[in-house]
């Protein structure tokens, strides 16, 4: 699908998936341990830039998920905005509470949220599905018929929003010619359920059928497609090196905020 606003090609799509995936997963663990306000808005702005020009995705797409992001990543932190402790109280009604500290620690939650969230949209802007599942193959030692399931399952996932789309459309042309009480509530739901059940139950056994008689079952076996690690790798490895440490030397010479630790109650 993301093919489809592909605009440009960068060396992110000759990365190899599971150099992105183990980046994602320190990245998880840095933003963690990381309790400065000022690195945190750092290292998001420029986690979110380095989105923007190498997603080689339209702008106008990338824009939109960046929207999405924030407003989500937002939206988890009201708890903890709406509900922390702290000292310089700004408003409180009944049991809703925000005070300053409760406001920075949230936003803190919400650049967290945000800088591993734009990293996860650059690896699935630059990864292909099939080359994630002959990645895990031929790299972590997965079982072809479990890596293979998954990525027949996911080739499914476009049958069956087609059905469904024509499944509506046709039940619409029906619904002209009998009584509205047939069709109203429940039986709706009956309407499009059981035949939607009913016809990805085919497709499934049809499919399971044709991927034994394939041969997609444990044991050796050879690759149309081969993943391998490449100098592309390292680019990235130096380059999200390069990004967190920037990010600190900003935060230490050009500070914000000057909050070094969200967590005491008294943060000036």
Not at 65 to 70: A, E, G, N, P, R
Not at 155 to 161: F, G, H, Q, T
Not at 234 to 248: G, N, R, T, Y
Request: hydrophobic share 55%.
């Amino acid at each position: 699908m993301f093919d489809l606003w592909k605009t440009r090609y960068t060396f992110l799509d000759d990365v190899n998936i599971i150099t992105k995936l183990a980046l994602s997963v320190l990245l998880f663990f840095l933003v963690i341990l990381i309790h400065q306000f000022d690195l945190m808005i750092y290292l998001a702005l420029l986690t979110v830039l380095f989105l923007l020009i190498f997603s080689g995705i339209k702008l106008r797409v990338t824009f939109i998920f960046i929207l999405f992001t924030m407003l989500f990543s937002i939206v988890s932190a009201l708890f903890m905005i709406f509900y922390g402790n702290g000292t310089h109280m700004l408003f409180k009604l009944g049991f809703i509470q925000i005070s300053i500290e409760s406001l920075i620690r949230g936003l803190h939650l919400s650049l967290r949220t945000m800088t591993v969230s734009f990293f996860g949209l650059l690896v699935v802007f630059s990864s292909q599905i099939v080359m994630i599942f002959y990645s895990l193959m031929q790299h972590l030692k997965v079982k072809p018929k479990f890596a293979y399931a998954f990525m027949a399952a996911v080739r499914m996932v476009p049958l069956m929003l087609s059905s469904f789309v024509q499944l509506r459309r046709t039940l619409k042309m029906r619904y002209q010619m009998i009584p509205s009480k047939n069709y109203k509530g429940l039986n709706r739901f009956k309407h499009l359920l059981i035949p939607m059940l009913s016809q990805n139950i085919r497709k499934a056994h049809q499919l399971s059928v044709a991927m034994e008689k394939k041969g997609f079952k444990d044991g050796p076996r050879t690759y149309y497609y081969y993943v391998p690690f490449s100098y592309k790798d390292i680019i990235l490895i130096v380059v999200m090196i390069v990004l967190v440490a920037l990010a600190f030397v900003l935060a230490h010479f050009i500070p914000i905020t000057s909050i070094d630790d969200v967590r005491v109650n008294n943060i000036y």
